[in-house]
């Protein structure tokens, strides 16, 4: 059996919704492309559109926990643990360069770094960029504390992190006292005066 030929009215009907749909692109896309990117400090979208966090951390809370003796890396490609950093307080920010949040609040760990790093150790890991990028973008928000690498994600698969950043507050012998997703300044000298 001969199929038919679409009819005059079926033809101008999805003519009509090609260009409504078409018209709704177009002013999405002008939108979109309009002007300068938006920028989120000093973050600028790869793609159009806006940056949402998380309404919940989607982490394990691994508060209470023993801080894994994992090896990473440092800038060198030397191995490390942060046991290495035992018999002082550590703050510990898990991070990466293309993560929005965590591009906003370095800044702020360099600030409180700067005012308690004499009593509190301070320690980026980064499982994603390269070193070059990771110094780079930390030293650019004023980071001076140790950054390590953790490209095998051996000690972020151990803490079970799957979402960016996180922080965790440890105690000199190793156990995590807390964690937390974003965090800004005031968060974290509260969270140092209340734990340390």
């Given at each position: 059996m001969a199929r038919r030929p679409p009819s005059r009215t079926t033809m101008v009907v999805a003519?009509?919704?090609?260009?409504?749909?078409?018209?709704?692109?177009?002013v999405v896309l002008a939108d979109a492309f309009d002007g300068e990117p938006e920028y989120d400090g000093d973050f600028v979208l790869e793609q159009p559109g806006v940056f949402q966090q998380p309404d919940e951390d989607i982490n394990v809370d691994t508060s209470g926990g023993e801080l894994p003796d994992v090896p990473i890396v440092d800038a060198d490609g030397n191995e490390v643990s942060l046991a290495a950093y035992a018999g002082r307080p550590l703050v510990v920010n898990f991070w990466f360069s293309r993560c929005a949040?965590?591009?906003r609040e370095?800044?702020?760990f360099a600030e409180v770094h700067a005012e308690v790093g004499d009593r509190v150790q301070f320690v980026g890991v980064d499982p994603f960029d390269t070193v070059?990028?990771?110094?780079?973008?930390?030293?650019?928000r004023g980071v001076t504390y140790p950054l390590l690498r953790?490209?095998?994600r051996s000690l972020t698969n151990a803490l079970s992190i799957v979402g960016y950043p996180v922080t965790l507050f440890v105690d000199a012998d190793g156990t995590i006292l807390r964690q937390t997703g974003v965090i800004d300044a005031d968060g974290l000298r509260s969270a140092i005066e209340e734990l340390f």
């Amino acid at each position: 059996m001969a199929r038919r030929p679409p009819s005059r009215t079926t033809m101008v009907v999805a003519a009509l919704v090609a260009a409504i749909a078409g018209s709704l692109v177009g002013v999405v896309l002008a939108d979109a492309f309009d002007g300068e990117p938006e920028y989120d400090g000093d973050f600028v979208l790869e793609q159009p559109g806006v940056f949402q966090q998380p309404d919940e951390d989607i982490n394990v809370d691994t508060s209470g926990g023993e801080l894994p003796d994992v090896p990473i890396v440092d800038a060198d490609g030397n191995e490390v643990s942060l046991a290495a950093y035992a018999g002082r307080p550590l703050v510990v920010n898990f991070w990466f360069s293309r993560c929005a949040p965590c591009r906003r609040e370095l800044r702020d760990f360099a600030e409180v770094h700067a005012e308690v790093g004499d009593r509190v150790q301070f320690v980026g890991v980064d499982p994603f960029d390269t070193v070059e990028a990771m110094e780079r973008f930390a030293g650019e928000r004023g980071v001076t504390y140790p950054l390590l690498r953790d490209p095998e994600r051996s000690l972020t698969n151990a803490l079970s992190i799957v979402g960016y950043p996180v922080t965790l507050f440890v105690d000199a012998d190793g156990t995590i006292l807390r964690q937390t997703g974003v965090i800004d300044a005031d968060g974290l000298r509260s969270a140092i005066e209340e734990l340390f």
